[in-house]
């Protein structure tokens, strides 16, 4: 009876497992699109069931960070003329309205030089080489593959996440051109080639407290006059929150409302 009873659990979760993959949207699409976008949307149903140990809870830190509006930020930003590739979020990235607003920034500031700390698979790459100027430069940093491995603190890196390695969406792409992919540490990288020298920088790498607040000294010394500075996750992982809280003290930082994106722009 018992090993019945295990035979019994057993089918109804691999069940259960089908069921959330092969679920009706998937028949809808493909009635409606066609068999190829019904297949991209299995795919990534089943990425995120592979990666939901992966998908974080918000952390219980007060969140103190003044909330502005994206009109009230960026009165010249249009999401309506956002193009993106790979929309569809995974576990662990920026959500599809974060993306969509990280580019349209781009798109109407023009930085020329770009800096991301924290690569992954390339999904904010390569949306912020569509968007930027034909010359933009973009430098991307994630960890070597011999690197430690991540604590839970910091979150999961590329390799805990099921990544071969850093920056494959965008790999043998044409807009792959514009970007500079750096294998190192962030928080050990010398950063001084580029001090006061980048328009646009999008910190997402080690989610803990100590390599947040490395990272974001970095950003301060690397980022122009006019430029911005952006931080993910704001309000998800303790780390990242209070870091952002203490340097709320002495840096008018704004927490974007409706997303986990807190904003910085350097100005004299």
Not at 118 to 147: F, K, Q, V, W, Y
Not at 249 to 262: E, S, Y
Request: net charge neutral.
């Amino acid at each position: 009876m018992g090993a019945l009873s295990m035979s019994v659990k057993s089918f109804l979760r691999r069940l259960s497992r089908l069921l959330f993959v092969t679920n009706p949207a998937a028949f809808w699409l493909l009635l409606r699109e066609g068999k190829e976008m019904a297949i991209s949307y299995l795919y990534q149903v089943w990425t995120i069931y592979l990666w939901r140990k992966f998908l974080y809870m918000r952390e219980d830190v007060p969140c103190l960070l003044p909330e502005g509006t994206v009109s009230e930020m960026f009165p010249d930003v249009d999401l309506t003329q956002v193009t993106l590739l790979f929309p569809l979020p995974r576990p662990g990235g920026v959500q599809t309205h974060e993306l969509a607003l990280l580019v349209a920034i781009v798109r109407t500031l023009q930085p020329k030089r770009l800096v991301e700390i924290g690569t992954a698979e390339g999904r904010t790459t390569i949306n912020l080489a569509l968007h930027s100027p034909p010359d933009a430069e973009i430098i991307t940093l994630d960890l070597p593959p011999d690197a430690p491995g991540s604590s839970p603190e910091s979150g999961a890196d590329y390799r805990q996440m099921g990544i071969p390695e850093p920056g494959v969406l965008f790999r043998n792409h044409p807009l792959a051109a514009k970007i500079r992919l750096l294998l190192a540490d962030s928080t050990k990288f010398d950063w001084s080639p580029y001090e006061r020298s980048v328009d646009f920088v999008f910190i997402d790498g080690a989610h803990d407290y100590e390599s947040v607040r490395k990272d974001t000294e970095n950003a301060l010394r690397i980022v122009r006059e006019g430029g911005i500075i952006l931080w993910h996750d704001y309000s998800i992982f303790k780390g990242v929150t209070l870091c952002l809280n203490e340097l709320r003290q002495r840096l008018p930082v704004v927490w974007i409302q409706g997303t986990t994106l807190a904003c910085y722009r350097f100005v004299k």
